[in-house]
């Protein structure tokens, strides 16, 4: 599950947007002026950002402009009526990385975010493969050896966080920002889930790191 900020003040197109786009599996923080995404946008672990340029308070664009002027290299997509050669040249140019004119269709939005997703993880194609280890990311299967592995939901989005970044220790915490779940010091819930996930996939090489978290080693397996 990916998290993505959609910023975009009309009512009716954003919440059509959000219900679509958590349909396809991602967790979606939506709000509709400038101010509050600058807020959102200090929270890490954000996958790509959804913007509209025209928005009540302040331009989109000099909210990309501050995003960027951070270092930020945030995935970005403008989304806006402003359709001109020289509105996308400005679009881009100020430091987005796609740029789709309103109105769209909303199977162009979900992949060209699957293609902006690919890029920013490296990953060539829809299937990210590590080692046996291959996940369809348009279709949320996972397989091994070319088999496909029933998982839940909360499985899955777990492994494709952990996928994501393989070789990289991340706390607990990390993972559930990652994949848009409350986090609480009390709950075991990550533990769970990890517990489960090595009882489908034993071949796993997802390893316990002691009060720290776990990390997912990009060869994917681990001999028997």
Avoid: C
Wanted: hydrophobic share 45%; aromatic share 4%.
């Amino acid at each position: 599950m990916s998290k993505l900020l959609l910023v975009e003040d009309d009512l009716p197109l954003g919440s059509s947007l959000q219900r679509v786009l958590t349909v396809a599996g991602h967790h979606v923080v939506w709000v509709r002026n400038a101010a509050d995404a600058q807020r959102f946008l200090a929270q890490p672990d954000w996958a790509a950002l959804l913007l509209d340029i025209g928005l009540p308070d302040r331009s989109g664009l000099s909210l990309l402009a501050w995003l960027r002027s951070l270092g930020q290299d945030l995935p970005v997509i403008i989304l806006t009526a402003r359709d001109s050669v020289d509105d996308r040249v400005q679009g881009l140019d100020s430091g987005a990385d796609d740029y789709l004119p309103k109105p769209f269709a909303m199977e162009e939005l979900l992949s060209r975010l699957r293609a902006l997703l690919r890029r920013s993880a490296r990953q060539p194609s829809n299937v990210w493969q590590l080692g046996e280890l291959a996940l369809d990311t348009a279709r949320r299967r996972a397989l091994w050896g070319g088999a496909e592995v029933p998982l839940s939901t909360r499985e899955y989005d777990i492994l494709q966080a952990m996928a994501a970044q393989p070789d990289k220790v991340l706390t607990r915490q990390q993972i559930e920002r990652a994949i848009g779940a409350a986090s609480s010091n009390d709950s075991n819930a990550i533990d769970v889930h990890m517990y489960k996930l090595r009882k489908k996939l034993p071949e796993l090489a997802l390893t316990t790191v002691r009060g720290v978290g776990y990390v997912l080693e990009a060869g994917a397996a681990q001999p028997q």
